[in-house]
C-alpha cells in the first residue's frame, strides 16, 4: 500500500524566513497531494493542494512542488509569520479510485520565531 | 464550522468499556473516513465506507468496528478500551473518494 514519508518533524524559523517541508510516496499510481495544516488541539484544514498533471502551485505565501519521477513533493511557506506556527501534513492519494483513502505522512512541526 | 459533525466532542471512559463515536458527514459526501490521532502521531487511517458500504481498512484494530448509515452518517464502536486507546478520533467526508476532504472537529478520547 501506500506510504509518505515527511521531512523534517520539526522545524524552526525566523519570522519573514522561508520554510521548506518536504514528502515521498511510494505508490506511482498516485495522482493527488493535499496538504494540511493542523494548530494545536484542532482539525486538520486543507491548505493547497497538487494534481500529477501539475508541476507546481501557488497560493499567495504558500506553494507546492512535485516531482513525479522521483515520487517527491513539497511545500514552500515564503515571508513566515507567528501564525503560520502549526503541524503540516502532506498526503497522497488517487483521487477518484473507489477504495483509495489520503495516507498521511507524520507530520512536520513548524514553530516560526518572532 | 467545517460542516462535518462529530459527537461527542470529549469523552472519558474506563478501560473495559465501550464507547460509540458519531460523524455525519458534510452535506452531499457520500464517503467518509475515520482517523485516530494518539498523542504527537500522525493521523493514522482506520476505515472508509462509501455510500454504505465498506472499502478500505486501515491499522483498524479487531476491537473497533464502525458502520455508515442509510442517511450517511457513520458510527465508529471502541470496545474492551484499553489506556493506549486515548486519542483524538477523527471522522473526514469527501464527495469523491480520494479527493481532498474536510475534517470533522474530533472527539477527543481519554480511557482512565
Known amino acids: 500500500g501506500e506510504n509518505v514519508e515527511q521531512h523534517p518533524s520539526t522545524l524552526s524559523v525566523q519570522e519573514g524566513d522561508s520554510a521548506v517541508i518536504k514528502c515521498t510516496y511510494s505508490d506511482s499510481a498516485s495522482n493527488y497531494f493535499p496538504w494540511y495544516k493542523q494548530e494545536l488541539g484542532k482539525r486538520p484544514q486543507l491548505i493547497i493542494d497538487i494534481r500529477s498533471n501539475v508541476g507546481e502551485k501557488k497560493d499567495q505565501r504558500i506553494a507546492v512542488t512535485l516531482n513525479k519521477t522521483a515520487k517527491h513533493f513539497s511545500l514552500h511557506i515564503t515571508e513566515t509569520q507567528p501564525e503560520d506556527s502549526a503541524v503540516y501534513f502532506c498526503?497522497?492519494?488517487?483521487?477518484?479510485?473507489?477504495?483509495?483513502?489520503?495516507?498521511f505522512g507524520t507530520g512536520t512541526l513548524l514553530a516560526v520565531q518572532p | 464550522d467545517s460542516g462535518v459533525t462529530q459527537t461527542p466532542k470529549h469523552l472519558i471512559t474506563a478501560t473495559g468499556q465501550r464507547v460509540t463515536l458519531r460523524c455525519s458527514p458534510r452535506s452531499g459526501d457520500l464517503s467518509v473516513y475515520w482517523y485516530q490521532q494518539s498523542l504527537d502521531q500522525g493521523l493514522q487511517f482506520l476505515i472508509q465506507?462509501?455510500?454504505?458500504?465498506?472499502?478500505a481498512k486501515g491499522n483498524i484494530l479487531e476491537r473497533f468496528s464502525a458502520q455508515q448509515f442509510p442517511d450517511l452518517h457513520s458510527e465508529l464502536n471502541l470496545s474492551s478500551l484499553e489506556l493506549g486507546d486515548s486519542a483524538l478520533y477523527f471522522c473526514?467526508?469527501?464527495?469523491?473518494?480520494?479527493?481532498?476532504?474536510?475534517f470533522g472537529s474530533g472527539t477527543r478520547l481519554t480511557v482512565v
Open positions: 473526514a467526508s469527501s464527495v469523491v473518494p480520494g479527493k481532498g476532504y474536510t
Open positions: 465506507y462509501y455510500n454504505g458500504e465498506e472499502r
Open positions: 498526503a497522497a492519494s488517487i483521487e477518484g479510485g473507489a477504495t483509495n483513502k489520503l495516507i
